[in-house]
């Protein structure tokens, strides 16, 4: 935190994104706040706290609009009127294109490469343009002064940053992809995808995960833009405009908001246990997704079904709890995926649950931070296999939330988190016997051992949390920052 108001001395942020931190809705005549399963946000959030300012974002949630002044802004967090959310109206027409169709049957997909085709509309393009152009609108009106520092979040908005600099030359434009960015080959089949780099090379910074993302988005440029690379100081050069590429892994916050607060692991446990009706001494596995194809809740059942084959003695002593918030629901894709996970998990529970005690819990709805936490703690194993995640930080959570320090994380070698807590147990999600293995390894593995990995990524995670995360940017911002204004003395 420290580090982060050294390098703002004072100036406040403005960070765009399309998913809000905060969201409206009525139940029974009574508005209530929720806050959404992203991990843009869970990451984002406390960030935004501390340094306060605005955060600009589509406002989807039923009673948004009744909540907000006559500007379309509220102050947030609810309790602790930190930071103003700047609510941005859409309708079902301009959502359809801009955000289901483009943002997530378009590039969603042609990121993350895990076998769904992308859909490319022209008409969904025609709603991306206008809707990017309209937040550009609302930060140059959220903005006082010319050159502001606006963080700008995501694959909604690869064309803000040029819109942005068109209208402010002189703004600091930090821009954070947070999904990964494929080979050249692969983004190349996207019909805009001239049009997608130029916009993102607006920024003054662009930030990936991991240097191989980065890599990779360097070589996309090379390949389709005429452009000057600098690979020594990873910078792009094209029109007098200067963006530096370069990997920042998010994080989460540290310490956790909960700390010294919460009941001791075997208490929570217990509970845990008499709430689901199962004995003391049962086994528990806990995964934490959106209900998203990219995720591997499919793999993930299957090697669970697989761990019960190879060894028999855990059936009925062992239940994974699946918690996969509802996401995008919309879509035909989404659909038939939870169509797929919901009857995956019967036909696995029909072979092997046992008298009161289920092999697969899955509870497809949303779930609270707090709640979720309780899942953390109670469990022996949480199982991340993505078969594509920029980071994932339901991996940092569960670190973070063992302070106890047991507990094993099973982990998708294709996550971004996979390159920073190397004493997970590493699988390839796609290999069902490899990852059946692995779940079993965790839940027998010496408490001695789990302790041994569990400290060094709990260090981990303390010292490379998400403060550093968004401190780093601000940092080298602040240099580019200076460069510039000394290059203009000089001249
Ligand atoms: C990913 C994306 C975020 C997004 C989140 C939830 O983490 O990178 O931008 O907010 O998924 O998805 P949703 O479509 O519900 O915002």
New binding site residues.
Partial sequence: RKLLHQQLAGERIIVV???EPYIHSKKDGEIQVHR??????TAVEPVMRACSGTWVAHGGGSADRETVDSHDRVRVPPNSQEYNLRRIWLTKEEEEGY?YGFA?EGLWPLCHIAHVRPIFRTSDWREYVRINQRFADAVVKESDSENPVVLV????FALLPEMIRRALPKATIITFW??PWPNPESFGICPWREELLKGMLGSTILGFHTPYHCKNFLETVDRYLETRIEHESSTISRRGQLTMVESYPISIQWPPPWQGTLPPVEQTRYEMLAALGLPAGHLLGIGVD?M?YTKGILERFTAVERMLELHPELVGHFTLIQIAAP??SALEEYQSFEARVHALAERINRRFSREGCQAIILKAEHHEPEEVNRYYRSAQVCMVTSLHD?MNLVAKEFVAARDDEQGVLVLSQFTGAAHELHESLIVNPYHVEQTAEALHQALTMPEYEQQERMRSMRAMVRDFNVYRWAGRMLLDAARIRQRERLAVRIG
């Fill in positions: 994104s399309n998913r959404p399963a992203s991990g843009l946000v955000y997530n979040q995501d694959y909604h947070h999904i959106r998203d996401s995008r920029g």
